[in-house]
């Protein structure tokens, strides 16, 4: 057969696409970054400027508390840690000999190489002192060259160092005010450019991001504050020094995915092998370490995350790869909340639905697709595995109409497309015939419709019901045939005697001796896509012979409406025409209820 694929201007127009938005976002870095920061900052603040805008509060003194609240916050808390690591690090040189000692009794390359490393780190903060002198007692030589030029660089550069981060800090809070501020502005721009044909869309697509993102970010908040409380107060009762501080710490870097919290515990666990006497405290750090991140990682946040982004753990990691590759830093910690937004566009937009199915966290195959890829991959057991999981929740009737029809459906178009092998067509047929014969023997309540009180007296006071026959005719080939076997294993649950025939057995004698028993009902079963001419000429040669019984015509897996197919069968006059076993139950049940001695 033809391959079809793309065409070569379009595939080249894709991965020019494709280019130009990763160069856009690695040249654009210097804007794009503080946009990111402040629409994530503006979804985590939103909560609480709406709280405040229905106590009555004006939007923009509402925004102006939740910024304040944000830099109150950010900026006190920034000054409190950087103070308190200050102490901390004029302590250790006191733990030295401490370190020392620890290291040398694991007698260890690596422990030696650490503590040269001590030593060195210790030298080298010597000469950072501007009070120190030399060996003898005297003042460091010091050549002056150009000493007031040298004094203003550096000036302006420890200025740089200093107010940089606070300028890129101040941007972001400036801008989630005014995204704040003026959020349907920014939404009525959005929809605009969408299109007012894609207003219903976009405003789902909005509403989507906001909700998954702005419970993202809450609950980040309330998860990290509770590890970081129970980081703290395991290492108090350690007696690591600045417990608070550490579990402050280890709190706020969980925003940075994957090594955030590796970077929290490192400090704790050095100041725990400087200050104790033995290798307990560390090990407990450890101990510590390890039990809070596996509940966290492995237990709470997938159960509260997965559900609220939609993210799969997969790409949370890919994405976080990528997001750092090209930004950094900022990049790791805005790496959620972006592709947060790449899965609502790829639920919302069409042309992006691929954005979905890489990054959602549902990308589970629906049973019918699963059954028919494990058919396909020659798994029978695992096929065994599928249907009885499905049988434990569902019915038989379910099993076969929403699961394996499907499956028999799938592997016609195949067929006719040349997509299957002939061994995988006779294993596929094979594996079915054996489940479908496994489940003939499936304890399961009769097929019945549920019945109003009502209707149970008048049952209760009519005429006996007379039983009919059911024959089932396969229009085609075996997965026909396999249909027929599901319809008739049903039909019998509910009392009726069945047959199944094949097309090329319906000779003149055999319609004859059938039209002496008008109550028998004749089903002609058939599989799409190509099914509608035979079956029609199917069912023209037996209404002919035939005028008086109720012919059903079961085209299964249609999905056109059925009294359309019915009308579009012209002189074949077929009584009904159904689509699946429900509906072929229920059309039985009705006719038994029509059927009295």
């Not at 302590?91 to 503590?115: C, D, Q, V």
């Not at 030593?119 to 050549?143: C, F, K, Y």
């Not at 499956?407 to 489940?435: H, M, P, W």
Request: aromatic share 8%; charged share 15%.
């Amino acid at each position: 057969m033809p391959r079809v694929g793309l065409p070569e201007s379009s595939a080249s127009a894709s991965v020019l696409v494709f280019a130009a938005v990763i160069l856009l976002l690695i040249f654009a870095k210097v804007l794009l970054v503080p946009l990111a920061f402040a629409l994530t900052l503006s979804f985590l603040l939103l909560p609480l400027v709406d709280f405040l805008e229905k106590r009555g509060c004006r939007r923009a003194f509402a925004v102006g508390i939740a910024a304040a609240l944000a830099t109150v916050t950010l900026f006190s808390g920034t000054y409190v840690v950087s103070r308190q690591v200050v102490n901390v690090a004029s302590t250790l040189p006191g733990y030295r000999a401490n370190i020392e000692k620890r290291l040398a009794s694991l007698h260890s390359p690596s422990a030696a190489s650490l503590a040269n490393a001590l030593a060195m780190l210790e030298d080298l903060s010597g000469d950072l002192d501007p009070n120190r002198v030399g060996a003898e007692g005297h003042a460091i030589p010091v050549t002056v060259v150009g000493q007031r030029s040298d004094k203003f660089q550096a000036t302006m550069k420890l200025l740089g160092v200093i107010f940089e981060p606070i300028g890129q800090i101040g941007i972001v809070i400036v801008f989630a005010m005014y995204m704040l501020t003026n959020r349907e502005e920014f939404r009525h721009r959005l929809l605009l450019l969408a299109g007012i044909g894609n207003l219903n869309l976009v405003t789902r697509a909005l509403a989507d991001a906001t909700e998954r993102i702005s419970k993202y970010l809450l609950l980040q908040v309330e998860v990290n504050a509770c590890y970081g409380l129970l980081f703290g107060t395991g290492l108090y009762f350690l007696h690591v020094p600045e417990a608070t501080l550490w579990g402050v710490i280890a709190g706020t870097l969980r925003i940075v995915p994957f090594v955030g919290t590796l970077m929290g515990m490192v400090v704790p666990l050095v100041l725990s092998i400087a200050i104790s006497d033995s290798w307990w405290p560390p090990i407990l750090v450890i101990a510590l370490f390890v039990v809070l991140e596996g509940t966290t990682g492995n237990f709470i946040e997938p159960l509260l995350f997965r559900s609220k982004t939609g993210i799969s753990e997969l790409a949370l990691l890919s994405s976080a790869i990528l997001w750092f590759t090209l930004w950094g830093w900022p990049g790791l910690v805005l790496s959620t909340p972006l592709t947060a937004c790449f899965v609502v566009l790829g639920r919302y937009v069409p042309q992006l639905s691929f954005l979905h199915s890489l990054l959602g966290s549902n990308a589970a195959l629906s049973p019918a697709a699963h059954l028919y890829e494990r058919l396909l991959a020659m798994d029978q057991d695992e096929a065994r595995n599928i249907t009885e999981k499905f049988l434990k929740k569902h019915s038989l009737l379910e099993l076969y109409d929403t699961v394996v029809l499907p499956v028999l459906g799938l592997a016609e178009e195949d067929r006719y497309k040349g997509a299957l092998t002939n061994v995988q067509s006779k294993f596929v047929l094979l594996c079915l015939g054996d489940l479908i014969a496994r489940l003939a023997e499936h304890p399961s309540e009769p097929i019945e419709e549920p019945r109003s009180e009502r209707s149970v007296l008048i049952e209760a006071h009519a005429p006996a019901r007379k039983q009919f026959a059911v024959i089932c005719i396969a229009t085609g080939e075996k997965m026909d045939e396999l249909a027929s076997v599901m319809l008739t294993q049903l039909v019998e649950r509910a009392g009726h005697a069945t047959a199944i025939l094949p097309a090329a057995a319906l000779s003149d004698e055999v319609l004859a001796g059938l039209a002496n028993e008008n109550d028998t009902v004749i089903f002609l079963s058939a599989l799409p896509p190509f099914a509608f001419a035979r079956t029609r000429a199917l069912c023209l040669q037996v209404r002919s012979n035939l005028p008086g019984n109720r012919i059903a015509v079961a085209l299964w897996n249609s999905g056109e409406d059925a009294d359309e197919v019915t009308t579009r069968f012209g002189s074949a006059h077929p009584t009904v025409t159904i689509t699946n076993l429900g509906h072929a139950i229920r059309e039985v049940n009705r006719w038994q209820r029509e059927t009295r001695h």
